[in-house]
């Protein structure tokens, strides 16, 4: 789910369509759909740390949930559902805080605008 939202947003050739899309009531629902999914991915990860059960699959995998995760929070930028301060705060609990708050604030958001 998030290499995929990765791939159709860095497919998009248009940056401002792009923006459109990210800013529309459906584009907003989608990212928090996979702000979810990433919060799952954390509390998988986490848990896997706290057990020290992980195989080197596993971890690469985590990787390019890493990676691709790092990407797609430029793309929720446009989307106002992440302020630049988190930015660069991506590593062990602060990640799971900046899922909770674009979560958190982008419902707001879509309340707000669309009601």
């Known amino acids: 789910v998030i290499t995929k939202a990765n791939n159709t947003l860095n ?3 248009s940056s ?3 923006t459109e899309v990210i800013q529309s009531a459906q584009g907003m629902e989608y990212l928090l759909g996979v702000v ?3 919060r799952v991915t954390r509390r998988v990860e986490l848990g896997i740390k706290a057990t020290a059960v992980c195989s080197e699959k ?3 995998q985590l990787k390019d949930i890493s ?3 790092n990407n797609l929070i430029g793309f ?3 989307a106002k559902l992440v302020s630049l301060r988190f930015k660069g705060q991506h590593a062990g609990a602060d990640c799971l805080s900046l ?3 674009c979560s958190a604030r982008a419902r707001w958001m879509v309340q ?3 009601g």
Do not use: D, N
């Open 76 to 78: 929720m930028s446009l």
């Open 67 to 69: 990676r691709v995760w």
């Open 16 to 18: 401002s369509v792009c």
């Open 99 to 101: 899922s909770l708050c």
């Open 11 to 13: 497919g998009i050739s």
């Open 36 to 38: 979810e999914v990433y």
């Open 112 to 114: 707000a605008r669309y």
């Open 58 to 60: 596993l971890q690469q």
